[in-house]
């Protein structure tokens, strides 16, 4: 008879474990800050399984920048394990890349990555570039936009890094899981009663 009672409990508790589904665009809310020391580009070893993907990246220059900028730009992003795309260079003063206002988008190739949950840009020159938000689309990723609106400072890499936090909320979400569909099977089998 206790029986009857589990099999609904059991389906209540796995809905409300059931993460409600996402977003298809993820922000990242929180103030950029410079890259710890530890930051390094392409230092990062590649698994030769995950191949080359393609990824589009838009860049907004805040309405607060110069008009125009001579500043070096260059990118940098990744996700929680290890793989990281790195894009030198992405200015060009002749072709009015980086404009106030205005909206850059760039088609960058580098290794297949899980969710990106860092970026970084750096920039090097006198001209005070601000970028409004970097939003980076992949293939096998969500898009996910990093906002600034601040000045960046120069020759630093400067960003965001939400990649502990976000592999540390889906190991709860994973064990919250795992100990509730235990408990389930242990009431099922009967082993939880005289």
């Known amino acids: 008879m206790a029986e009857s009672y589990l099999l609904p409990f059991l389906a209540v508790i796995l809905v409300l474990l059931t993460p409600i589904s996402q977003a298809r665009s993820n922000s990242i809310l929180h103030r950029p800050q410079p890259a710890p020391l530890s930051f390094a580009v392409n230092s990062t070893a590649h698994n030769h399984q995950n191949g080359a993907?393609?990824?589009t990246v838009d860049i907004r220059t805040s309405c607060y920048s110069t008009s125009l900028t001579t500043d070096?730009?260059?990118l940098s992003f990744g996700d929680a394990y290890g793989n990281q795309v790195y894009a030198p260079r992405l200015d060009d003063p002749y072709s009015r890349t980086f404009e106030r206002c205005s909206t850059d988008t760039f088609e960058?190739?580098?290794p297949?990555?899980?969710q990106i949950c860092y970026l970084y840009l750096y920039r090097s020159g006198y001209d005070g570039?601000?970028?409004?938000?970097?939003?980076?689309r992949g293939y096998y990723t969500y898009p996910v936009t990093f906002y600034y609106n601040v000045p960046i400072p120069g020759d630093v890499w400067y960003g965001f890094n939400k990649c502990s936090r976000a592999?540390?909320?889906?190991s709860k979400w994973g064990w919250s899981?795992?100990?509730a569909f235990g408990s389930a099977l242990y009431a099922l089998a009967g082993?939880?009663?005289?």
């Open 53 to 55: 993907c393609s990824f």
């Open 72 to 74: 070096q730009i260059s």
């Open 108 to 110: 960058i190739h580098g």
């Open 112 to 114: 297949c990555t899980y």
């Open 129 to 136: 570039w601000i970028p409004l938000d970097v939003t980076v």
């Open 167 to 170: 592999v540390r909320g889906y």
């Open 177 to 179: 899981v795992i100990t």
């Open 191 to 194: 082993l939880g009663s005289d």
